[in-house]
């Protein structure tokens, strides 16, 4: 129940906060414990009949990098805003059509411990060339998993959000 307080919160938050017209569309925002990601969706760029689709993702590609250079004093100071209100960094990004980059987003250091056959998964990575150290191999793996597991883990993630309801209507202990 707090989670989806929190939830409601930061987007009602933003919603009012952001100038009107950046967006098409409320922002889609997503959170953990460390960062709030704000992603907009913008108005496609109007193009001549018969424009083909790499000139229609170059004019989208275009039309974020200018929403990104004409908004950044705007977006940090929103971002100050939000992270001294809410206590997590702020990242953004931006959508057009069929293209979506995100800039400013962090990078946080997770610390794990791995036996001997876990490392050698990475070190093989790394020796194939797909990936430069054993942390970019991890983290290689772990966006492989989440683009070919994103349906399970979803229904986990739901699962989740059950038992905090349960948790929460559960007795009280003195």
Do not use: N
């Amino acid at each position: 129940m707090a989670q989806d307080r929190f939830a409601r919160e930061v987007q009602a938050w933003f919603v009012g906060r952001l100038p009107e017209g950046w967006f098409v569309e409320p922002p889609e925002i997503r959170y953990d414990r460390d960062e709030i990601l704000v992603v907009g969706r913008l108005s496609e760029p109007s193009l001549p009949e018969g424009a083909t689709e790499e000139e229609r993702q170059a004019a989208c590609v275009a039309r974020i990098q200018r929403f990104r250079e004409e908004t950044r004093g705007q977006r940090m100071r929103i971002a100050s805003e939000a992270e001294y209100r809410f206590g997590r960094k702020v990242s953004w990004g931006a959508a057009c059509g069929p293209v979506r980059q995100l800039f400013t987003v962090l990078s946080v250091p997770v610390m794990t411990r791995l036996r001997l056959a876990e490392r050698q998964v990475l070190d093989t990575l790394v020796e194939a060339g797909i990936a430069r150290s054993r942390s970019e191999a991890l983290a290689w793996c772990v966006r492989l998993v989440g683009r070919h597991q994103a349906e399970w883990l979803e229904e986990l993630r739901q699962a989740l959000v059950r038992v905090q309801e349960l948790r929460q209507a559960g007795p009280e202990v003195e």
